[in-house]
């Protein structure tokens, strides 16, 4: 047992640390200013400040981090990858300046394990160098997304095509200007195996047919310049190789994806978690009230210390996971990914709160990054599998697991 | 002991429901779309259908509910106020439609108790007639205002002047194209003893040396056409019969001002809190995965027991700090209104919390009126007292009163 | 709107707590000391001080106060007997003193309202005289008692006789030394409708067949001389007129019996609570520790607050609970009925947890009642109904009533 | 990163799996009835089925697991230890049998490091091989022992002796038969510097003087044959090497002696709340309720997934804190050590009360361990420093950190 990080992950955490310190974290209300904020996503632009500094992070080698293949990046394990996932929440500028976000970073890793020669040379090229951005249309508004079996979208073939109708949501980052192409997922044959009905498909996002209809506000934010969009798809047309590693194996492709994606979201959220903390004692370090700080005022060192347990806790079951994940792989660590997927969000969200509260006025205002750490957190209790979800594979699993000890004892 | 409401409180709900019914919920839609959004809140207009609302409600004597006193209105007492109160927190939109918005009701209040014939005339008249909005302006950016005697704007009397200066934020509703009048709270006097340092001062808001600086989001939301405002105060010279009943008894004011208006918000937020249990329980009973319906999956009935039962308890709680209010008076029931301004926001937040959850991406979205209501249960853990002040208040004179009673034992 | 109590109830409150003051609570350690413990149960013995308390009790007109029915004692109704209720909540040995304990007090109910006059002069003069004791036998050791139609024991008509057979147990009161009869509930005929299967049969202890086979603790103590008692029933043979109300009729008096029984219930739980409050706030006033009194340290107010604002809102639930009760019947207050079972029980274990903590390891001993009064808490949320089996039927009772607002709205 | 268990702990984990499995658990319930119950801890015996135990565990070289040093056993790391005694926490009875129960283990550690020549063979020696038990002898009943520079109990040097006055409680295994020394802790020098001034001093039980006054119950139940006892000292004379490394050294032993202790105590806790959960889930899957299996019921599954994660997360905190304790010492893992206190007795606490309602009555009950455990974990809270105490540690080091952060960043 060994709870070090490797010699590998502690270099690039070292330098990781350094930019975030020297380039990002100053960077921030400079990208703050150069955002187009509100509801119309046809005006967002690229801050111009995050192309320099996507540049001198790529200068930097801090670049592709998240892929565990050695042929696109540095080729971190999953563990080693984790805590460099950590450090890039504690900003929602961040994940882009390495080229590591969502959701990109899980419709690469689709193209890398799934993808054709053409297919990779499209998009996946384009998609690494951070030349252009993807979107990833799954949810639908009409139907309870939590169980993937009530898609409704179609991806029929007729003859040499496949044709896309239906409409979806929450495809994040569709917004972005440079946003080229969306991995959809549909219907294929209904008369197939459960699991076997579903393709998908790559879809430029100038394809006749598709329209963002609009962007979906978090809590009033619209997140701009990526955005969550609702798009609709009218007989979208497109040739058969358009379609990722052939029809029907689209919950196949879901499944692979999601695992990875699940810790890098965790790790993140507790990097938000962690940052808040920070400025929870910073501000209450700083502020007197009742001739005190408020550090030392009440309850407040409790609510310190219970963010503390619960941010190392998280951050240990997280770490377990990602260490699972290298070494027993997705299946075997199948109840540690949806036991981190309900602890982590729901912690930062508690976590932040707290800060927030701790910062009166000033923690519910942008003068602070809280809100949109808070917003981050609150969404990935819904994003990727609702907390609901999660725990009823978790008791499943665990149901399982003592039939099996009982049946064993007898 | 008689939990039900009087004779006059049932009719005024009964016609208060049906107003909403019939007028306020089909017109959100339309609201929410003449609303100009973003931070630029010059350009923020009061929109067309509140003026028409506001107009329907005063013709049915829905109008200025919220004074007991006779002579301005119905003349309901806190207790029979409290329940309508509860209907006009189901959406935001809904206080102004019948005069009965913060701060101008507690606004209205101080000038009813305090305020000299001049001053009714000038501002209490317009107030109770809808036809200009006002603004408190408290809080300031650089102390902990948890602690009211922080505050470090001066309101100081040279001649027959006083001179504002300082800078205040969370001004709410000074964004508002019909504010046309702050009352500001400054020190005036730092020899006084400790409650009788400060002044409140009434301030035209085209006062040379009064400055909107900026609009303060919550959640990235900017709450047009009100707006929650940071406003610098240099150097305004006002005639000393600006000040309120006279110099010195700014503390004074603030108290008797803080009871009703507690009970107001707490009763909103209850009205909040049911809305989203409605919603909750409309969208899992029409949503169907796994084969049923959300309404019976899982912990999602205990998710609604333990709603309804925190709401019930929380209206109750508010209910008798309304009818303490009106028989035993503000100080009286200190103890019950800190206890109310802790429980009900928090209750709401989960509760709200709870539906959002049950409605996936939808509940973050501006689809459902769950995150605006949200934002209200939130602001309000801080605004009027965070938490932490109340929650001390409640256990000094909880062990007052366990005190007295170990003293009466021996 | 009235939260007041009645005259009454307050000439009775006042002259319930004098008696408490005067006469219980001295006697606390009195009878602490006489107690017989173990699971030995037939060696328990009733402690002198308890039969020299009832009679001052009855001298004092404090007698037999829970029954609304004038013809057998004050004749209080639920709203104004509930505030008595919660006072002799406050030690565990105050109920049987005013001879309002469970299970007699349900066991008198059944008896009142649905007992012969045969069966009335047996066992309901001398239980209302406080001669005898009672047990009431339904949940059952092999089956999920929570469902209630798992129950296994039969109530078997064979000619002029009723022959129970079956095994129980938790049936409280069972191992007092003045325990006489039962009420043994049981299947009769499996062949009726759902819930016309049942009978209840009024069985005394001494009856051939009848064995008490042991005690059983809680929390390892066995709450002699009374006791949680495991009984079996083999072929017991009675006269036929020993079932109440004929044959059929056991759900029906069971659902008419526990009304009013979980209303004592939780009012007693909340008087555990209250004076675990008074407990924890004397404590924490008189206990030093780095160089303040607990009272001051850290988060201990907000504990304070956070148990005072739990207790008031599960008493102001409770009492409507009650006087739902008395205006619109038992069917009526049905989900505030299990509203008030899940929250008192629940809100009291956490209070008197909280005193426990702020005792140290004194509260953990006998030295204070605080692990008695936690037993019993804890005890309530299986008791008459777990919490699970309330909040299914609360979710159950809220969806039915959104969805009949939900079809009037369209 | 590696978070699988050493090769070494892997071989004594195994081989104590299955000597728990075919030895100590089904000697449970011989170990429960050969016990004598009560709080007459003079008529107290050790049950024949213990020492049968130890001469087996003794055999199979499971004996004195605890002790890193090689010289006195196996030699385990506490990273090593950690898995052990988790299993051992499954059951009461099992620590004694492998000759690993406090409070003799931290005795025995603090013989091992303080202890002279004369010391170990008169005490250590007999410890090492289960011939005796002993008893430490540091809280007392009339102050606040949460802060232990309230101790008033004194160990006064006269001449070549030292003269112990004094009563001290909750000191655990007291009342064992085999019990034949204490540690007594004392203020010998109030003039020394604050930490500088409290001896520790072994003293045999026969000494005059010393009173066993009566043993403390835990919620009612007096954990005989161990029990924990009041005890007076009235003029205890004893030599002054009597003294563990000389006068003056209490604080730096106490200091000391708590690290493992608290490791100790986290993992058998958490093996507690393992046994726990698996009980939990065995009970639901085998009852039947509302036609389905408990385990499918409601939020049962909720319960479960919930208990799982809170287990895991406590797991690998307490793992972290036992590898740090190995790699940076007790005082680089200050903050864990307390945290893992907070952590592991609460979450148990949590997960114990769950079982506990699944099992109705029953959990209430002798006929599953589920009550002991449950009594375990919640004495663990204020053991060994109450939570508040940890809390109020770990936001120092937080506020401590994070200042230093701060520092470096301007």
């Not at 509260?357 to 990727?384: C, E, M, P, W």
Request: proline share 6%.
């Amino acid at each position: 047992m060994d709870f070090a990080y490797s010699a590998k992950a502690r270099d690039y955490l070292e330098r990781l640390n350094a930019f975030m310190a020297e380039e990002v974290m100053p960077a921030e209300p400079i990208y703050e200013q150069q955002l187009v904020h509100g509801p119309d996503w046809t005006q967002w632009k690229q801050p111009p400040i995050m192309e320099e500094l996507k540049a001198k992070a790529k200068a930097a080698g801090l670049w592709n981090l998240f892929l565990p293949e050695e042929e696109y990046g540095p080729g971190l394990s999953n563990a080693d990858y984790a805590p460099l996932a950590e450090i890039t929440g504690r900003t929602p500028m961040a994940p882009e300046i390495f080229n590591c976000n969502a959701p990109d970073t899980g419709n690469m890793e689709v193209l890398v394990k799934y993808g054709s020669k053409a297919q990779k040379d499209a998009w996946l090229e384009p998609l690494l160098a951070g030349e252009i951005r993807s979107a990833f249309c799954m949810t639908e508004p009409a139907v309870a997304s939590s169980d993937a079996t009530n898609m409704q979208a179609t991806a029929t073939i007729e003859g040499d095509d496949v044709v896309l109708n239906g409409r979806k949501w929450w495809s994040s980052g569709v917004g972005h200007p440079h946003c080229k192409v969306v991995i959809f997922m549909g219907l294929t044959d209904p008369t197939a195996e459960k699991h076997r009905q579903h393709s998908m498909v790559l879809a430029p996002l100038d394809t006749p047919g598709i329209k963002v209809e609009r962007m979906l506000p978090v809590f009033g934010a619209y997140d701009g310049p990526f955005g969550h969009g609702e798009v609709s798809f009218t007989n979208v047309r497109l040739p058969l190789d358009a379609i990722i590693a052939g029809p029907g194996r689209g919950f196949e492709i879901a499944q692979g994806r999601l695992g990875p994606g699940r810790i890098h979201h965790c790790m993140r959220v507790i990097g938000a978690a962690e940052r808040a903390l920070e400025l929870l004692c910073q501000r209450s370090l700083g502020r007197v009230a009742f001739g005190q700080p408020l550090a030392r005022l009440g309850g407040n060192p409790d609510v310190v210390a219970n963010c503390r347990m619960a941010i190392e806790q998280a951050r240990l079951l997280t770490l377990k996971a990602a260490w699972m994940m290298d070494t027993v792989g997705v299946k075997g660590a199948m109840s540690e990914i949806s036991q981190i997927k309900v602890v982590a969000p729901s912690m930062a969200q508690q976590v932040i709160d707290a800060a927030i509260q701790i910062h009166g006025g000033a923690g519910l205002s942008n003068d602070f990054a809280l809100t949109a750490l808070y917003a981050y957190a609150r969404v990935l209790r819904i994003a990727d599998g609702p907390d609901e979800v999660h725990r009823k594979l978790i008791a499943k699993l665990e149901y399982k697991k003592q039939q099996a000890k009982f049946a064993r004892s007898v």
